[in-house]
C-alpha cells in the first residue's frame, strides 16, 4: 500500500449529529465526536480498495483539534491522506472542513492525525 491515498466523506450537520443529541455539549453544533467519526470513515475508505476482502482496517488512535463550530445544515467534509505505512500500521493526516455560507469559501474546522491497522476480519474477536 502506497502513502497519498486519499478520502472525503461528507455530513450534512442534522439534529442527530448536534453536541446536545450526541450529549458531549449543549449547543445544537456539530458534536465533536461526529466528527471524529467522519474523519475516521474518510481514513477507512482511502484504503478500503487496496485491501483484500478478509482485511479490513480499526481505529487505535486519534488526535484531533475541533476548531471551529459547524451549524445545522452545515455542509462538512473530512478528508483522510494515507501519510505513512509502517507493516499493519496506516496513518493519515485529517482534515475537516465547511462551507462559508457567505462567501463558499472552505473553512477549516478541524485536524489532527488519525493511525488505522489492517486486521484479518475472521481473527478481529
Known amino acids: 500500500m502506497n502513502t497519498g491515498l486519499t478520502h472525503t466523506s461528507v455530513l450534512t450537520v442534522s439534529d442527530a449529529h448536534t453536541a446536545q443529541a450526541m450529549g458531549s455539549g ?12 467522519l474523519m475516521e470513515n474518510a481514513a477507512m475508505l482511502a484504503v478500503d480498495q487496496e485491501l483484500p476482502e478478509e482485511k479490513t482496517t480499526v481505529g487505535s488512535y486519534i488526535a484531533v483539534s475541533h ?42 474546522i478541524g485536524e489532527g492525525t488519525h493511525v488505522r491497522y489492517i486486521v484479518d476480519r475472521a481473527r478481529f474477536y
Open 67 to 108: 476548531l471551529k463550530p459547524s451549524p445545522l445544515g452545515a455542509e462538512v467534509f473530512a478528508t483522510a491522506e494515507l501519510t505513512e505505512v509502517d507493516g499493519r500500521r496506516l496513518t493519515f493526516h485529517v482534515v475537516a472542513m465547511q462551507l462559508s455560507p457567505e462567501s463558499e469559501e472552505e473553512i477549516l
Open 26 to 37: 449543549d449547543m445544537p453544533v456539530l458534536a465533536t465526536p461526529v466528527m471524529i467519526a
